[in-house]
């Protein structure tokens, strides 16, 4: 019966928008303005652009090439390396989602969304999107993940699709911290020009030279896009019967592909019911006035850059050292090609006179040892102001063995990463909630899942939106008095955990054993003992010796 009258509320909407079209409805003036909007914005984020291709060139180690540091030939990788192991430790603590009601009533659509959402995110193969915005979290500070509805997958079913976007490809109104806040945001993608006609004939004869030109990374390879044209996703918010509703227009060289405010189902409810660009910043450094921030990168290129010059002064001074140079007085008149063979075993010598004078060794001073410390104290400048201290990657001091040992020495020593770790959870969470409202929104059909249950069997489910939408308390004459939306609270834990940490976490269930708290005879003292102690799996533990 829910989903029947959201049909019928809908149909009354559309009867509403009908009568508005007319007056409301996007024209090409509308996508000129857009345009002009578009332009600016991009004008607003032209140093941030910049930042961010500089920085893709230090992550390769090409900062030399762009003439960052003078007369020298080689990057050393202790950037890349702490960058390395910054990913290592985001992939180390891979996030899953636990869906809290806030309802008794809920609980159970509660404890299914959980398992839903991660099949979902599963399906949209997020490890890899998860790795891949990480790394560009990494080098350019923030991470953006973009969250839609796609009507094509599920054979037309229509099902959540996750994407890593490149924030060299949206734009947004500067000076906000928060992209809601931003009065319109826009999304470009370059298209071949083939495609975009045989999807939209409408097109052809219309492409050629882009409106919007977009920054691109310095590749390796050759990169054509002449034949390319860029197409904008433009959202943005109006209010609409007093209620702040999203809207979506496609336009590519002025020409209007789809308008949501042209289109009678969403012209009121607007795009999305949730009311959000369908966007998520993951930040790692924050700024002001930006929705972006600055990453590692930023922090270390100076570090880095002091040391490939000091680096390469040493490399060049103990070439200099080992390859030995002379000076040949021209009277000497001694066979150069002779004397710089060292196979042969004669050198010939046009002359009476041979002196000291006519063949002399170009002395080379080797660099002063406090030079060599210079680098040292650098590389551990670079070490320490990023957090990559020698116990993170598994090196420790003589005489630590013992895993837990190890494991306390890396967790107290991986502040910055649990830091950095947690505000990619807060990203992570905002995700699921666009994905809960997405679900609430298009799940109409049911649509079959595989669950893997706690005792690991598995379970085929069919799961719809029935126990998401909108309850009615009341109905009096046709009046709706009162109502009620399940709402979730969203946490985030780590789905894996370091090799260290599992261990350090066998350890103690063995300690706990030898110390008999799952002897049914002391129990009590167990349960009072475990509720003053703090590890993961508490609970599940206090469980299991309550039960004894």
């Known amino acids: 019966m829910k989903n029947n009258k959201k049909i019928n509320y809908n149909k009354e909407v559309s009867e509403t928008a009908k009568l508005d079209q007319s007056i409301n409805s996007l024209t090409k003036d509308d996508i000129d303005k857009a345009t002009e909007i578009l332009n600016k914005y991009k004008e ?17 180690m090409r900062h030399l090439d762009s003439g960052k540091i003078e007369n020298n030939e080689f990057a050393s990788a202790w950037l890349f390396n702490s960058i390395a192991n910054k990913h290592a430790d985001a992939m180390d603590n891979y996030p899953r989602v636990n869906c809290l009601p806030r309802e008794e009533s809920d609980k159970e659509a509660a404890g299914i969304l959980s398992e839903i959402l991660s099949v979902v995110f599963e399906r949209n193969d997020f490890e890899k999107i998860y790795s891949d915005t990480w790394w560009y979290k990494l080098k350019a ?12 997958k599920q054979n037309g079913l229509g099902e959540i699709e996750i994407k890593q976007v490149n924030l060299l490809n ?29 999807m939209y004939p409408e097109l052809n004869g219309k492409l050629g030279g882009s409106t919007v030109e977009i920054s691109k990374y310095i590749y390796d390879d050759t990169v054509d896009t002449s034949h390319k044209s860029a197409v904008i996703d433009w959202y943005y918010k109006k209010l609409i019967n007093g209620r702040e509703v999203l809207h979506f227009c496609k336009f590519c060289n002025g020409e209007i592909l789809y308008a949501s405010e042209n289109d009678v189902e969403y012209y009121e409810k607007g795009f999305y019911s949730h009311g959000q660009y369908p ?65 042969n075993t004669f050198v010939h010598v046009n002359g009476s006179n041979l002196g000291d004078d006519s063949i002399r060794e170009i002395k080379s001073n080797s660099i002063p040892e406090i030079y060599l410390g210079i680098l040292n104290s650098k590389v551990d400048e670079l070490k320490e102001t990023s957090g990559n201290r020698d116990f993170s ?62 005792n690991g069997t598995e379970e085929f489910i069919s799961y719809d939106n029935s126990s998401l939408l909108y309850e009615k308390e009341s109905d009096l004459f046709g009046v709706v008095v009162g109502g009620r939306k399940p709402i979730f609270d969203i946490k985030v834990s780590s789905e894996k955990s370091s090799p260290f940490t599992k261990i350090s976490q066998n350890e103690l269930a063995l300690q706990l054993y030898n110390a ?6 002391y129990r009590e003292q167990a349960l009072l003992a475990l509720n003053m102690m703090d590890f993961e799996g508490k609970s599940e533990v206090i469980s299991r010796v309550s039960s004894l």
């Open 44 to 60: 607003g984020k032209a140093n941030f652009e910049k930042r961010i291709i500089d920085n893709e060139q230090w992550y390769k």
């Open 141 to 152: 500070g923030t991470g953006v993940y973009g969250i839609f509805w796609n009507p094509k």
């Open 170 to 198: 949206v734009f947004w109104e500067p000076g906000i911290r928060n992209i809601q806040n931003s009065k319109n945001f826009f999304s470009v993608e370059l298209t071949d020009n083939d495609l975009l006609v045989s």
């Open 279 to 343: 966007f998520v910043f993951d930040t790692l450094f924050v700024e002001e006035g930006t929705p972006c921030g600055f990453g590692y990168i930023d922090v270390m290129k100076d570090a880095q850059k002091q040391i490939d010059i000091l680096n390469n002064a040493l490399i060049k001074n103990a070439v200099m050292c080992t390859n030995k140079r002379y000076f040949i007085n021209s009277s000497g008149a001694v066979n150069e090609e002779e004397f710089a063979d060292w196979s």
């Open 393 to 454: 990657q598994g090196g420790v001091s003589s005489g630590v063995t013992a895993a837990s040992a190890i494991a306390a020495l890396q967790e107290a020593g991986s502040k910055l990463t649990r830091d950095m770790v947690k505000s990619g959870f807060r990203a992570f969470c905002e995700l699921n909630r666009l994905a809960i409202e997405l679900i609430r929104e298009f799940y109409d059909e049911p649509r079959f899942f595989r669950i893997v249950m706690p």
């Open 516 to 521: 008999g708290f799952f002897n049914r005879e």
